[in-house]
Each structure stands twice: as structure tokens, then as C-alpha cells.
């Protein structure tokens, strides 16, 4: 079964520091997404991606995050300046199958 | 998107059948019915899709009725590791997902010995 790769799995890093999340997609899948979920809470829709640019994104999506595929198989998300509250579970989805998430502790 | 109703939790023992039903009154003509489990600290994991009737895969079955405003997502004889989240969805496309996914709480299905 064709899987949703996403490194690193965890990442800590100091409030202010720039992050990038990295997933690879399933090769033949034209859309995808970002989402995140804080402990306790609901998986929330950060993204979604479609023919190299960004096609809806949600409010939590401000100008401190970005997305983008360079090289037509990585898919990253990067925080430019990290907060406490970005600490979550990031889950890139690969059309409607998911990647194991990285965790994200901002400390 | 259509709002969707479950219940916040289930019990059941080892080796029984799992009924989780999910309430959709206003999903609309093109809208498709998924199903994810999530394990704790895992992504979402895609179990099951439907339009109509019955879907049967080799991990769960989906039960629509013919007014299409509920959904039962049944779990055949289950075991510990069946221990999850179970999300019922609602929406557009979702055969490939070419729209995003709204997430509710859930179900939590706690499976005893």
C-alpha cells in the first residue's frame, strides 16, 4: 500500500526558531494537504495544494507559515517564526491518505 | 460541508461486532461518506467510503440507507487494537479527496478484554 512519508517525526525546537516539515506524497496524487492537532484537540485543515500553488488555506494559515513542493516530490510546510502555540501534531494528507505526522514542541 | 453527529464514545468487548452510526441530515446529492481511525499520536487512517447502500472492505462495512442521512460503520468481531477515534466525514469528492476534510470529535471506541 502506497504510504505518506513524513520526516522528521519529531522536532523540537526554540520559540522564534524557523522549522520546516517535510512529506512525500503518494507519486500519482495530484492534491495536498496540511493539517495540524493540538493534544487534546481536533485534526484542523491548515492547506491544501494543487498544481504547484496553494488552492484554499484557513485562518491558522497566516503569513508565518508557507508550503511548497520544489522538486515535484517533496511537500513542506515551514513555520518562519515558531510559538509555543504552533506546538502540535502535523499531518501532511496525500489527496485522502495521511502521513504519520510529525510532532512539533516549541519550547 | 455537511455537519455530522456520533456519538463521543463506545465500549465493547473482544470478538464483538461494532455498530458506530453518524447522523447527516443536510449532506447534499454529491456528498460522499468516509470514515477515518485514529490511533493516538498517529495520522488518520482511512477505513472506509460510500455513496449508497453498502460498502464492504476487508477492515470494516458501511451501511447508508436510502435517504442518506445516516451512516453505520460496522466493525466485524473487534480486538484491543481496534481501540481508537473513528470520524465519520462528509462531503464533496472525496473518492480522491480534491477537497479538504473537516474533522469532528469523533468516537471513541474503547475495546475491553
Known amino acids: 500500500e502506497p504510504e505518506v512519508t513524513q520526516t522528521p517525526s519529531h522536532q523540537v525546537t526554540q520559540m522564534g526558531q524557523e522549522v520546516i516539515l517535510r512529506c512525500v506524497p503518494i507519486s500519482n496524487h495530484l492534491y495536498f494537504y496540511w493539517y495540524r492537532q493540538i493534544l487534546g484537540q481536533k485534526v484542523e485543515f491548515l492547506v491544501s495544494?494543487?498544481?504547484?500553488?496553494?488552492?484554499?488555506k484557513s485562518e491558522i494559515f497566516d503569513d508565518q507559515f508557507s508550503v511548497e513542493r520544489p522538486d515535484g516530490s517533496n511537500f513542506t510546510l515551514k513555520i518562519r517564526s515558531t510559538k509555543l502555540e504552533d506546538s502540535a501534531m502535523y499531518f501532511c494528507a496525500s489527496e485522502a491518505f495521511f502521513g504519520q505526522g510529525t510532532r512539533l514542541t516549541v519550547v | 460541508l455537511a455537519k455530522t453527529t456520533q456519538p463521543i464514545s463506545m465500549d465493547s468487548y473482544e470478538g464483538q461486532e461494532v455498530n458506530i452510526t453518524c447522523s447527516h441530515n443536510?449532506?447534499?446529492?454529491?456528498?460522499?461518506i468516509t470514515w477515518y481511525q485514529q490511533f493516538p499520536s498517529q495520522g488518520p487512517r482511512f477505513i472506509i467510503q460510500g455513496y449508497k447502500t453498502k460498502v464492504t472492505n476487508e477492515v470494516a462495512s458501511l451501511f447508508i440507507p436510502a435517504d442518506r442521512k445516516s451512516s453505520t460503520l460496522s466493525l466485524p468481531r473487534v480486538s484491543l487494537s481496534d481501540t481508537a477515534v473513528y470520524y465519520c466525514l462528509v462531503g464533496p469528492n472525496y473518492g480522491g479527496a480534491t477537497n479538504k476534510l473537516i474533522f469532528g470529535t469523533g468516537t471513541l471506541l474503547a475495546v475491553q478484554p
Open positions: 443536510n449532506i447534499a446529492t454529491n456528498d460522499y
Open positions: 495544494f494543487y498544481n504547484n500553488e496553494i488552492s484554499e
